[in-house]
């Protein structure tokens, strides 16, 4: 069984999955409209992984015999000038979604689960991989500036 104060803290990190998975699903939207259909490609598969993400959550907390418990998921951004600052807007978000899981190790660590400690280190190393995947696009974006290079970046965004 799991104890109710780390099960609040999961069921609010699968609204903050959810939540993440919504914003990237709503850059997709955005730079599909503008014809950049790498960069739309790119977000629409990182909302499937931030889906993942949420319900890996969703079946740890049925294993551990606690109940999933689901809120609305507030308004996201619909609009970004640019790639970058969309980049921009990532990379904040991410770091703020590892303060997020980094806070739910100190419950998990102070509630003696260690089983949650466990499951979490997942989402820790996950975490070291979105801000890398972040930072490297925005190095790239500064780079290339708004001219004819930004055409070579979305074809590689489509790749992946
Ligand atoms: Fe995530
Ligand atoms: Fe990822």
Redesign the pocket.
Known sequence: MINNKMLDALNDQINAEFWSAFLYLSMSADFESKGFEGFAHWFRVQYK?ESEHALKIFDYINDRGGTVRLHAIKEVTQTWPTPLAAFEDVLTHELKVTSLIHNLMDIAVQEKDYATQNFLRWYID?QV??EKNATAIIEKLKRVGDGGGLVYIDKELKKR
């Open positions: 992984e996950e991989e979105e």
